[in-house]
């Protein structure tokens, strides 16, 4: 799964009536956290994206409700120490 069609799936399931640029502002740190998956895992493995995104939709789907950028990040980074991929205190899914 690219960060794109990520993007597209949670839009989707998103039917919060939100300001439209807090929205905007929460999607950028969602995509942050997309890529910064990308740079972890290898070339061939988008399976930590596809878990977030499916994470985020089910979170929205619940309770209408988005989950935070940190909350978001934090489900990321489970996600990498699960898998074996080293995460730094220092990297954007290590805060």
Same mark, same amino acid.
């Given at each position: 799964?690219?960060?794109?069609?990520?993007? +597209? +799936?949670?839009?989707?399931?998103? $039917?919060? #009536?939100?300001?439209?640029?807090? #929205?905007?502002?929460?999607?950028?740190?969602? +995509?942050?956290?997309? +890529?910064? *998956?990308? $740079?972890?895992?290898?070339?061939?493995?988008?399976?930590?994206?596809?878990?977030?995104?499916?994470?985020?939709?089910? #979170? *929205?789907? &619940?309770?209408?409700?988005?989950?935070?950028?940190? &909350?978001?990040?934090?489900?990321? #980074?489970?996600?990498?120490?699960?898998?074996?991929?080293?995460?730094?205190?220092?990297?954007? *899914?290590?805060?």
């Amino acid at each position: 799964m690219t960060v794109e069609s990520a993007m +597209r +799936r949670i839009r989707e399931a998103d $039917d919060s #009536r939100t300001e439209t640029d807090d #929205r905007e502002q929460q999607y950028e740190m969602y +995509r942050k956290t997309f +890529r910064a *998956l990308e $740079d972890v895992t290898p070339e061939d493995d988008d399976e930590g994206i596809a878990v977030v995104a499916d994470w985020i939709v089910e #979170r *929205l789907e &619940a309770d209408g409700e988005r989950p935070s950028s940190r &909350a978001v990040r934090r489900r990321a #980074r489970e996600f990498c120490e699960h898998n074996g991929y080293d995460v730094s205190d220092n990297d954007w *899914l290590g805060s």
